[in-house]
């Protein structure tokens, strides 16, 4: 992208913000994760990164290792399509689920892990996996118990990794 994703201006705010917004309405609280310098401004708590530089399973692993709650909704601060209503579905399922995770799918069945439900007893599988040198989330889950939870469309998942993402989406 070259350039912070989390601070897009979106909707009169920045993108993070938003999507903090919609975890929050779902979930009751959040928390972001990342460099507690940058984010701090946004008004919600932070938690440094553990593993800067090391992908979003190192986020995960940090988000399980501080948390009190047994089921932790995480979600990508590059999904400017995420709805509360959407993260609480998610929610509602997994924790009905006798599961680690409760992980949407797209109609092709590909897991969708940086918009899930982990339950704290999944931390120490993914930590495992992590220090074994896994970076991509999915690949760290042969541990666990997953359930798919399925999603009809994949528009909710829309995520923003290059300049040219950013204006197609800014351009809808």
Known sequence: MGRDKALLPFRGAVLAE?????????????????????????????????????????????????????????????????????LRGLLDAACVADRDAMVPCGPSGRLEPLCAVYHRRSHQALQTAFAAGIRKVTAAFSELHIAAWPVPGIAVFQNVNTPEDWADYAAK
């Open 18 to 86: 938003a999507v903090a917004r919609a975890v929050e309405d779902a979930a009751g609280t959040v928390t972001l994760i990342g460099d507690p310098e940058v984010y701090a401004g946004l008004g919600f708590p932070v938690i440094p990164d553990l593993h800067p530089g090391e992908g979003p399973l190192g986020g995960i692993v940090g988000a399980l290792a501080h948390t009190a709650a047994d089921w932790n909704l995480v979600a990508a601060c590059d999904m400017p399509e995420l709805s509360a209503e959407f």
